[in-house]
Nanobody, 121 residues
């Protein structure tokens, strides 16, 4: 599985961004996808995950109510809609594939290259 994350950028606090994770090599309906982020000097942090069929989702408390993960299996793409962005959301965002919907980075087998999100105050 190859994953390509995109959609990052520089925005102001309160703005929105939508990240995309395009998959190739396997259909997104065959694996769960998680989004993670990593700020400089910090560990990789779980953000959200969605199940194979897209019916189940999981969110970190820090983004619950602001971020929404969704999946378009027809387009082999997973999205992360990020609303009400805060400066503390600044990080490199990664998407990853796993057999199961889990919050643990080590359970994900395939990773995209990351996309930078910077939120100014």
């Amino acid at each position: 599985v190859q994953l390509q994350a995109s959609g990052g950028g520089l925005v102001q606090a309160g703005d929105s961004l939508r990240l995309s994770c395009a998959a190739s090599g396997r259909a997104t309906s065959t694996f769960a996808v998680g989004w993670f982020r990593q700020a400089p000097g910090q560990e990789r942090e779980f953000i959200a995950a969605i199940s194979r069929a897209g019916g189940n989702t999981l969110y970190a408390d820090s983004v619950k109510g602001r971020f929404t993960i969704s999946k378009d299996n027809a387009k082999n793409t997973v999205f992360l809609q990020m609303d009400s962005l805060k400066p503390e959301d600044t990080a490199v965002y990664y998407c990853a594939a796993s057999p199961l919907i889990l919050p643990t980075p080590s359970k994900y087998n395939y990773w995209g290259q990351g996309t930078q999100v910077t939120v100014s105050s």
